[in-house]
Nanobody, 124 residues
Framework: QVQLVESGGGLVQAGGSLRLSCAASGRTFSSDVMGWFRQAPGLEREFVAAISWSAGSTYYADSVKGRFTISRDNAKNTVYLQMNSLKPEDTAVYYC?????????????????WGQGTQVTVSS
């Protein structure tokens, strides 16, 4: 089992920044890739970014490239999502997830463990 706890969400004006954190505990060694997904009201959950614990390789959705940065602190078992130049369309509940299957990193079904989510609201 892997437990994931997100924090750092909140309300910010357009153009502002937020940093989300995801603290992982339990059998973290069983999942090399950690991802961030988001879900806006009435829409499907979508991939945002992912990172490999071991290699540090990163992956981003086109919609956030150049604005969001995913990073990790292996000593703290924590993954971060730095979000800059936020837009109202970034408003969503953001979820941290641990990848447990061998498919594409963008696939929601490849992630077996999920956090409870943290709300990010960007006002115009």
């Amino acid at each position: 089992q892997v437990q994931l706890v997100e924090s750092g969400g909140g309300l910010v004006q357009a153009g502002g920044s937020l940093r989300l954190s995801c603290a992982a505990s339990g059998r973290t060694f069983s999942s090399d890739v950690m991802g961030w997904f988001r879900q806006a009201p009435g829409l499907e959950r979508e991939f945002v970014a992912a990172i490999s614990w071991s290699a540090g390789s990163t992956y981003y959705a086109d919609s956030v490239k150049g604005r969001f940065t995913i990073s990790r602190d292996n000593a703290k078992n924590t993954v971060y999502l730095q979000m800059n130049s936020l837009k109202p369309e970034d408003t969503a509940v953001y979820y941290c997830a641990a990848k447990t299957s061998g498919g594409a990193v963008v696939g929601m079904g490849e992630y077996g463990y999920w956090g409870q989510g943290t709300q990010v609201t960007v006002s115009s």
